[in-house]
């Protein structure tokens, strides 16, 4: 299997010379993402808290890069991991599926009751499509790192220091991820 490559100025996931389109594009592409409240704020929210909360996880340090409004998403983020303790074993895990789709798994790891969890960090309140989403990531990481992750959680930090979990069971939305993207790739092959 050749190589995938992200770009993350663009997100682009691209395998030679072809572009792979990610989960959240295809989710937005068949309209289930309402885009009209994102914001460049929001999207640069993420990507520092994300990128906090993986310093944290990758040297057991905090970032002091990040701004001061943001720790309450890292305080979160580390109430949450002595909480449940959550080991990450796999941390921003960029992958594709040979069904056409690419993205990145924020975390695959264990708690105390789950040897196989697949989580995804928000910065934002739980939306219906992330149920999709982390379907789609779990069939990824169960074809193409052999790791069946039935159980995903979308982890809600919070501004106070305070987080939120959203529990499903990938098996439960998989069908349905796969008819989101089987209309997905009719829609271009229509074009």
Known sequence: MKDLTFEPETHTYQVGEEIIPSVTQILKEVGLIDTSFFTPEHAERGTLVHGATQFWDETGMEDDTIPGELLGYLEAWKKFREE???????????????????????????????????????????????????????????????????????VHLKKDGKYSVEVYR?????????????????KKEMK
């Open 84 to 154: 449940t303790g959550f080991i990450p074993s796999h941390i921003e895990q960029s992958l594709y599926s040979r069904q056409g789709y690419a993205g990145t798994v924020d975390r695959i790891g264990k708690t105390h009751k789950i040897n196989a969890l697949l989580l995804d960090i928000k910065s934002g309140p739980p939306q219906p499509w992330h149920r999709l989403q982390l379907a789609a990531y779990a069939l990824m990481v169960k074809y193409e790192l052999n790791i069946p992750a039935w159980e995903c959680w979308g």
């Open 170 to 186: 990938s098996i439960d939305d998989s069908a349905t991820w796969l008819s989101v993207l089987k209309v997905y790739q009719l």
